[in-house]
């Protein structure tokens, strides 16, 4: 196994940390802290698998700001420079690090036209880059959620920021009518399945589940009925107080950078542990995803009952025990 670019930084002396705790902003549940001696540092994610993989690993939780921090850069652009900014702002020292394929390369270049040369590692696909603590990024601070024109509140680093995704579109498109009273919306994001699924009738209980908290709080700010409970959890190991009689969900597919089919069939047999005996399932799915034989396995009956070129909607129903 290599050596990590955080470990290869610190063990040949391009960083030499300060006194004091570590936080860590973002960092996935493989991310290597092997270097760092556990009782200094402090987790700081919004993700609730990688926040229980931490915390049962003994790691500190939290998101206080320390003197050095190190953020793992996301996807997002806006979001990775919102984390910058605020570490740059709290911080003695920043690092920073992440993989060219979530564009490091270009922060790292963002970085560099502002502080000039910088203490930098390239290697395994990704770079490591660090500076002094600085005001110099003020302007890219995060601005919270925004309402879109869509007429819901999204922020950077959340699925589907600027518009309403096309296959959560299409599930709405073909929900029936009328809904079981107790539902769940599972992985629901920033809450436009939610949504929907409140203006049906007979709707007495809805459960967002969310991994995200980035989204969960956009969710909050959407989904304004006191019939709807907010959780902060891991969809595929989520456990109802009580099941439900209908499950709405848009499963993410990806792990990290990778695709993951293995995450949606995890969502699917989810869904049916939740459910009722003649419990039904709605789910929009990409077309190409290989999920109708785990569907076929957790519950008697499946069928297509709408899509596009790209998206598959289900309709399954009964889990089978």
């Known amino acids: 196994m290599s050596t990590s670019r955080l470990t290869t930084a610190l063990t040949d002396g391009l960083i030499v940390l300060p006194e004091g705790p570590v936080r860590i902003m973002r960092p996935s549940a493989d991310y290597d802290l092997s270097a760092l001696p556990r009782s200094m540092v402090q987790i700081d994610t919004g993700f609730k698998p990688d926040a229980t993989a931490f915390a049962a690993s003994g790691y500190t939780l939290g998101a206080a700001p320390a003197p050095v921090t190190i953020v793992v850069a996301p996807r997002s652009k806006t979001l990775a420079r919102a984390m910058i900014a605020e570490a740059a702002a709290t911080a003695s020292l920043v690092i920073v690090d992440g993989h060219k394929t979530d564009g490091i390369d270009s922060l790292y270049k963002d970085c560099r036209a502002r502080l000039g040369d910088l203490p930098c590692i390239s290697k395994g696909h990704g770079r490591l880059f660090c500076f002094a603590g600085t005001q110099a990024f003020a302007d890219w601070t995060g601005s919270g959620p925004v309402q879109g024109d869509h007429g819901f509140w999204t922020t950077a680093g959340v699925f589907s920021d600027g518009a309403v995704d096309r296959g959560s579109a299409l599930l709405v498109s073909v929900l029936p009518d009328k809904l079981p009273s107790r539902m769940a919306d599972l992985g629901a994001g920033w809450g436009y399945l939610s949504t929907a699924v409140l203006s049906r009738p007979g709707v007495e209980t809805l459960d967002l589940v969310e991994a995200e908290s980035l989204s969960l709080d956009c969710a909050r700010m959407n989904v304004v009925d006191n019939r709807a409970s907010f959780h902060w959890a891991d969809a595929t190991t989520w456990a109802a107080a009580r099941p439900y009689g209908g499950i709405v969900m848009n499963p993410p597919f990806h792990t990290g950078r990778a695709g993951d089919p293995a995450l949606g069939q995890a969502f699917i047999a989810a869904a049916a542990r939740n459910l009722t005996p003649t419990g039904q ?36 129903s009964r889990p089978a025990r």
Request: aromatic share 14%; net charge positive; hydrophobic share 40%.
């Open 281 to 316: 399932l709605w789910m929009v799915a990409n077309r190409h995803l290989p999920y109708e034989a785990i569907l076929r396995q957790k519950f008697r009956t499946v069928e297509e009952i709408g899509g596009d070129g790209g998206f598959k909607v289900y309709h399954a």
